[in-house]
């Protein structure tokens, strides 16, 4: 009996297969940075943790609502090029929150997401990393 090898539907289907566990990993990573920064303010976040929610009082004595970073946080997965998963934020002031500045020390909210969820991914990925 004579095998038909179809490169085309076996390509799909891996394509698929990797595109789905992309997917779970963004949104795994995506969970667990919006846990992560999901502490409520005051106090604000020490050097080193993640930054906390916080609503503040402007000057005319209004409150405002705070979490912009943790609402923004967002994965997206790209398979058109280099099959690549993307996880952050479109908000400036993430970078700085995460590097931090001359006057700011770091409060990382993005690289500790990662490095706590790598043994999570590799059970996604299939294989250790």
Not at 114 to 124: Q, V, W
């Amino acid at each position: 009996m004579p095998v038909k090898w179809n490169d085309t539907d076996l390509l799909k289907l891996v394509g698929k297969s990797v595109e789905v566990k992309l997917g779970a990993i963004g949104a795994l990573l995506e969970r667990d940075i919006k846990q992560n920064i999901s502490v409520p303010s005051p106090p604000p976040s020490s050097p080193g943790e993640p930054p906390h929610i916080g609503g503040r009082v402007t000057k005319a004595g209004k409150s405002r609502r705070g979490g912009r970073l943790r609402r923004s946080i967002a994965h997206e997965v790209d398979t058109v090029i280099d099959d690549v998963v993307r996880v952050g934020t479109n908000v400036e002031y993430g970078f700085f929150l995460e590097k931090g500045t001359s006057k700011m020390r770091p409060r990382p909210w993005l690289r500790p997401a990662i490095d706590e969820a790598d043994n999570k991914i590799a059970f996604i990925w299939g294989r250790p990393l």
